[in-house]
């Protein structure tokens, strides 16, 4: 519909004036691309998923969750060892991690608001979630693996402790800023000391919300492979020894995935499988107690 | 929920009286249940607990600055500001030369960016502005499952399923409808930079999106209601009041995906090829920084071999945080409460 410039045109004038055949259809088109991206984008998550349970699924037999692995080529075997590992090594990453992460979202929130020193502390957090996995792997080999003169799961643990405390932190921190100032003052009218507000009161009101943060951490460091690749270098056999190589689900993954066999390529896809139930059931889990939480009805 | 937080703390400040005090009446109010002092200590313990649990943010921030700077000190001597632009990678004679390495970097991280921005924005603008309601929140958090699926499982995928696609059909297709660019030349492997890409793109979908609708969030609802009145249709509203005012974050959610692929290391180097080549085509094979390290670190002999890789990796953490921190500028540019002014 060709529109004169020239006269005044009031709103009135374009009360049933349709909107041009052109206008329409790049409306049109660009609904139509934007719907495409999403099947686009939702494809390879499905390719990912399909895969994963096509393939693994059937690989998965009381062998594979009870055996360790048998020489290369060899039928049979399993990555028990690589599920012990990955969990004894995420157990000792936890330990490190959550405290630190924790205690740090504790002073950000608590003394460290609005102070230039809070400031510093929270943009390095945030720094340091940026890092590449990797690198946190050259550093956590520099400190634990060279003065320790051999790869160890305490420096899996380690490396994968330094990637969870910046997610922690940040989480513990937004969660302790959404308890309500009264319900410390409350507290301390009682005369409650401050730190044991901060642990019973505060702390205790966010739980869920601090959860959801530590979970959101494990799972973001239970799948890597990249910091363990020469930190806890992977083991063919059991071991709980802190400052031994140990195996990990992520690790034997990949070793399978790259090896020429097919049964290792069979027992990658299963072990994959286990992995990526392991996260989404952690996910899962702290949407479940991001819902019906504490925290809700603090607020 | 405060009651019930409340539950029964221990309190260490004055106590309500016991029954049978108050019943006895005076000999309570003689004999105080603490002492100030106690309480006094055990704050500022707490207090220097918690800085040295923040202060440990740093520490780690530093030891990592400190560990690369040392570490990649003889090489830094060795080769200087050489060592960015010299192909040789020669650990047999000593020779390190990291150019193919940042060149595979730039090259697949730019192709990823090319495949997932334009798909990154399209989602967030579908999840925003057009879904139905009931299905946002579904779609938002399917297309964020993406971005919880480990690196080594995208990279097995990528290996059995991908490369075989891109061998069989994809890149036969590409090299005879597109092969006057050059870019799609040479033999087929299905793995190389291409593959490499694609995954990298898969990966840093969810990234990009989730922060553009973040920001997409941010823009008042009275800018896409005037745009709206002015008999906008709705792309007009979306672009001119929505997209326009949320550029900057855009921007930054952007530049924050281009941090993660930088430094992706596993489903990368499953993929790549892992040859320090420099070829032109994207079916060729090539490597990337984050994989040098992550396939020869443990196997380095010699201590020149050792410090040039972590060369390698001091790079990497310096350019990833460069753009990690532009990036978090823009998005809070635009989410900072004030919607950023298009004065372009």
Redesign the interface.
């Known amino acids: 519909m060709p529109e004169t410039t020239t006269k005044i045109m009031l709103p009135s004038d374009f009360a049933d004036a349709p909107i041009s055949l052109g206008r329409r259809g790049l409306n049109a088109l660009v609904t139509f691309a934007a719907l495409g991206a999403v099947v686009l984008v939702l494809l390879p998550l499905a390719a990912v998923f399909g895969y994963l349970i096509y393939k693994g699924i059937g690989s998965i037999n009381l062998a594979f969750l009870t055996q360790i692995p048998k020489p290369p080529g060899e039928p049979g075997g399993g990555m028990a060892n690589a599920i012990g590992g990955s969990v004894y090594i995420l157990l000792i990453a936890s330990s490190f991690g959550v405290p630190l992460g924790i205690g740090a979202g504790i002073y950000l929130s608590e003394y460290g608001r609005g102070t230039r020193f809070g400031n510093l502390i929270r943009f390095t957090a945030d720094v340091l979630n940026g890092v590449p996995s990797i690198i946190v792997g050259i550093v956590a080999y520099g400190l634990v693996v060279l003065s320790q003169g051999h790869f160890s799961a305490l420096a899996g643990g380690v490396a994968l402790a330094i990637m969870m405390v910046p997610t922690i932190t940040r989480t513990t921190e937004e969660m302790l800023l959404l308890v309500p100032q009264i319900v410390r003052e409350a507290a301390y009218g009682l005369g409650v000391s401050r730190w044991r507000t901060t642990l019973s009161i505060t702390l205790r009101t966010a739980t869920s919300g601090v959860i959801t943060g530590v979970m959101l951490a494990f799972a973001r460091v239970a799948g890597e492979t990249a910091p363990l690749l020469f930190t806890a270098f992977g083991n063919q056999y059991w071991n709980w020894k802190i400052n031994q190589p140990t195996a990990a689900l992520s690790l034997q993954i990949f070793t399978y995935a790259i090896s020429p066999f097919d049964e290792w390529h069979r027992q990658a896809w299963a072990g994959a499988l286990i992995l990526i139930v392991l996260i989404v059931a952690s996910v899962g889990a702290v949407r479940l107690v991001a819902n019906r939480g504490m925290l809700k009805g603090a607020n | ?2 009651n ?3 539950g029964e ?7 309500p009286l016991p029954k049978e005090a108050v019943a006895v009446g005076t000999q309570a109010a003689a004999k105080p249940l603490i002492t100030a002092g106690d ?1 006094r200590v ?2 500022r ?3 220097f ?10 520490g ?2 530093g ?2 600055v400190y ?2 700077i040392t ?1 990649s000190n003889l090489s830094w001597h060795a080769f200087g500001w050489r060592f960015f632009f010299r192909s040789d990678w020669d650990p047999v004679n000593d020779q390190f030369g990291a150019f193919p390495f940042v060149y595979g970097t730039l090259v697949s991280s730019a192709l990823a960016l090319l495949i997932a921005v ?6 967030a ?3 925003t502005e ?1 879904s139905p309601r009931g299905l946002r929140g579904a ?1 938002a958090f ?2 964020e ?2 971005a ?10 990528a ?3 991908l490369v075989p696609l891109l061998r069989q059909y994809v890149q036969p297709f590409l090299a005879r409808y597109f092969g006057w660019t050059t870019l799609f030349e040479g033999p087929p492997y299905g793995i190389g930079m291409l593959a490499a890409g694609i995954i990298l793109a ?1 990966m840093v ?1 969810p990234i990009i ?1 989730s922060i553009t609708r973040e920001v997409m969030t941010a823009v008042p609802q009275q800018q896409r209601e005037a745009v709206l009145a002015l ?1 906008a ?4 509203m ?1 672009r001119t009041g929505v997209l326009r005012n949320a550029r900057a974050g855009i921007a930054g959610g952007v530049i ?1 995906g281009l ?1 993660r692929a ?5 489903a990368v180097t ?1 993929v790549i090829g892992n040859r320090p080549e420099i070829a032109k085509s994207l079916f060729a094979p090539g490597y990337t920084m ?1 994989s040098v ?2 396939n020869e ?2 196997e380095a002999t010699g201590d020149l071999y050792l410090s040039a890789l ?1 060369e390698v ?1 001091l790079a ?2 310096i350019v ?2 460069i ?3 532009l990036a ?1 500028f823009l998005v809070w540019t635009v989410t900072r409460g004030t919607p950023a002014r298009g004065n372009a």
């Open positions: 929920m405060a019930r937080a409340l703390p221990r309190l260490t400040g004055p106590q309480s055990a704050d313990a707490f207090y607990a918690m800085l040295g649990c923040a202060l440990s943010v740093i780690i921030v030891l990592i560990e690369l570490k334009p798909l990154a924005i399209g989602v603008v579908y999840i057009m779609l399917t297309t499952l993406l919880a699926i480990p690196s080594v499982i995208y990279g097995l995928w290996i059995f399923v898969i979908v999106s008999g249709t709705r792309w007009e979306i924050l941090g930088l430094g992706e290391t596993m499953m984050a390290i992550a670190f443990s972590v990796g990497l953490f990833t945080i753009v990690n921190i978090q």
